[in-house]
């Protein structure tokens, strides 16, 4: 798992409880300019037996005391079993990339927009091939739709699938599509439409057994089946952030199996 901060990045599993700083990279160290980095993730090389780290930001540069921010972008890799930093050539022309992403089978996937081609679509990236996957989205989500109608868009893993959450805020309806295959916009498929939930105000994650989690407009939080769409109330008041994170469990040290 990867915990960040805007100074450290720290690689911890849970199983063993080790921890592994991470050195900071040499690129915010140029004289002239910096990175401001609005995004990090965190996956695991199935090839090279590596577990990587990628960050994506903002170049800034600074000239007389005053910080210009460019509109560039820089991508930088970090590897665990060489210890070091690298940056990686992205042809990719976007607006905007959320924060959280979705791991599974040694792909991250994040949303992604671009507002100059009024585009949303996924970002995969494959961590062993070090290689971007773009895959539009549903017709049903385009992003026309997003401008007229009050609505949000959340990504989870859902039964071992990637699924795309569209919560329409006006009607309190949960539209819920799985990606069958990454590159191939006709390999979504609507699993579940959620009606007339006004009770639920955004989704959290999914569990291992297909249950959802959602938080509600009081701050509670409850578990969704998404099978007989029956709400179990957990009797928690959200005090802050919560996400669910499911990972398998490693006893092998940081610098991989076969090191």
């Known amino acids: 798992m990867l915990c960040a901060s ?38 695991y090389d199935r090839v090279r037996d590596d577990y990587k780290v990628m960050c994506h930001g903002q170049i800034i540069q600074e000239y007389n005391n005053y910080r210009i921010y460019g509109g560039s972008y820089i991508w930088e890799l970090y590897s665990l079993r060489s210890n070091s930093w690298r940056k990686i050539n992205v042809d990719m022309e976007h607006n905007h990339m959320d924060c959280e992403q979705v791991y599974l089978d040694g792909l991250s996937h994040w949303m992604c927009s671009n507002e100059r081609r009024n585009e949303v679509f996924l970002l995969s990236f ?13 017709s049903y ?17 859902l039964n071992g699938s990637v699924a795309l959450i569209l919560n329409c805020v006006d009607t309190s309806t949960f539209h819920i599509s799985i990606m069958g295959e990454v590159d191939v916009k006709e390999s979504w498929i609507k699993l579940f439409i959620v ?11 999914a569990g291992k057994k297909g249950n959802m989690l959602f938080r ?6 409850v578990w969704f089946d998404l099978n007989t769409q029956t709400i179990q109330d957990l009797g928690i008041i959200e005090g802050r952030f919560y996400k669910i994170v499911i990972h398998k469990e490693s006893f092998y040290p940081f610098e991989g199996a076969n090191a």
């Open 6 to 43: 805007q100074e450290n990045i720290i690689l911890w599993n849970p199983s063993t409880k080790e921890f592994k700083l991470i050195p900071p990279s040499p690129f915010d160290s140029e004289p002239y300019w910096g990175v401001l980095i609005d995004h990090r993730s965190f996956g």
């Open 141 to 157: 989500m385009n992003y026309y739709y997003f401008q007229k109608y009050s609505l949000l868009v959340d990504l989870v893993l």
């Open 195 to 205: 009606r007339s939930l006004p009770c639920l105000s955004y989704p959290i994650g």
């Open 216 to 221: 509600k407009e009081d701050g509670g939080l």
């Open 126 to 138: 494959e961590w062993s091939n070090e290689v971007f996957i773009t895959t539009p989205i549903p």
